[in-house]
């Protein structure tokens, strides 16, 4: 059998992942978990001297954490396994980024294993997260510097 | 199926019909105050509060306007300012100086501590993190 025959009939073997199913799915459940960040978000307004502008901090911690906790129960990756990309493109995928590295490699040990492996996949969020913001600022600086557009 | 839908929409009409300019303190200017917001048609609520010589607008700006908040913030600031140069004015569009805004209404506290209070407000205002 050549490649290319091989190729053609995996193809028609292979079940048609449900596109759409699945994207309504990651809108539903991503959305829900925003709606649950803007409660906590004004629970900060309102109860705490937090403003608009203060309160995100706090809310993206605050998120983290619930995330971490439901990794530790295990509850994260079923919402995970229904709604794919909608639990991992929140802040709250990073929580579990970071609680699921931890947990897979504790039998190594806590130094060489959790602490090594901590930031394992978060470690490059935080990365292009820094990286990216850095060329952000670069580009806004030389725009206002130019007179384009005001901080 | 009517059912739910009509509790909707009584529910709907509710909201709409909330006072949405609001203003407080002695009652010299207030309509003047009231009229001057409401000509900017990107501010969907607003409260104002206003003792001797400052003034304190929390307005809350329609949803597809928030793009624009720093902005507008800004223009309403300085449209209160030429209108009332003898006054000291503070305009802000953060829900959180928007609801303090109307529990002062609400608490209706009295001059001497709304003076602390307001500049407690304008204090959090400036704060970044």
């Known amino acids: 059998m050549e490649k290319e025959q091989y190729q053609q009939l995996e ?24 709606a649950i960040g803007q409660a906590v978000s004004l629970f900060y307004i309102i109860f705490f001297n937090f403003t608009e502008a203060t309160a995100g901090n706090p809310t993206v911690a605050t998120m983290v954490f619930f995330a971490m906790l ?9 919402i995970g396994q229904f709604a794919g990309a909608g ?46 913001a850095f060329f952000v600022a670069l580009i806004k600086y030389i725009l206002v510097t130019i007179g384009v557009v005001s901080w | 199926m009517t059912l739910p839908l009509l509790v909707v929409l009584m529910l709907l009409n509710g909201c709409a019909e ?10 010299q200017n207030g309509s003047e105050v009231e009229a001057l917001i409401k000509e900017e048609d990107y501010v969907e609520r607003s409260t104002v509060i206003y003792y001797d010589d400052s003034m304190l607008v929390a307005v809350q700006i329609k949803p597809w306007e928030k ?49 602390d209070k307001i500049t407690e407000l304008k204090e959090l205002a400036k704060e970044e993190t």
């Not at chain 1, 079940?15 to 699945?22: E, G």
């Not at chain 2, 909330?18 to 009652?27: A, D, L, N, T, W």
């Open chain 1, 70 to 78: 439901l990794t530790g129960l295990g509850l994260y990756k079923r």
């Open chain 2, 18 to 27: 909330k006072e949405k300019f609001i203003v407080y303190g002695p009652s």
């Open chain 2, 67 to 115: 793009w624009k908040k720093a902005k507008l913030e800004k223009k309403l600031q300085k449209k209160f300012e030429e209108k009332y140069p003898n006054k000291d004015v503070f305009v802000s569009a953060d829900y959180k100086i928007f609801y303090e805004a109307n529990k002062i209404k609400k608490d209706q506290i009295e001059d001497n501590k709304l003076n």
């Open chain 1, 11 to 34: 193809q028609n073997v292979t079940p048609k992942p449900p596109y759409l199913k699945n994207v309504a799915k990651a809108f539903f459940v991503g959305g829900l978990i925003c």
């Open chain 1, 87 to 132: 639990s991992a493109v929140p802040v709250t995928g990073f929580g579990n980024a970071v609680i699921s590295a931890a947990i897979e490699h504790r039998s190594e040990g806590l130094v060489l294993g959790v602490g090594g492996n901590l930031f394992k996949l978060a470690g490059s969020v935080v990365l292009f997260g820094v990286v990216s």
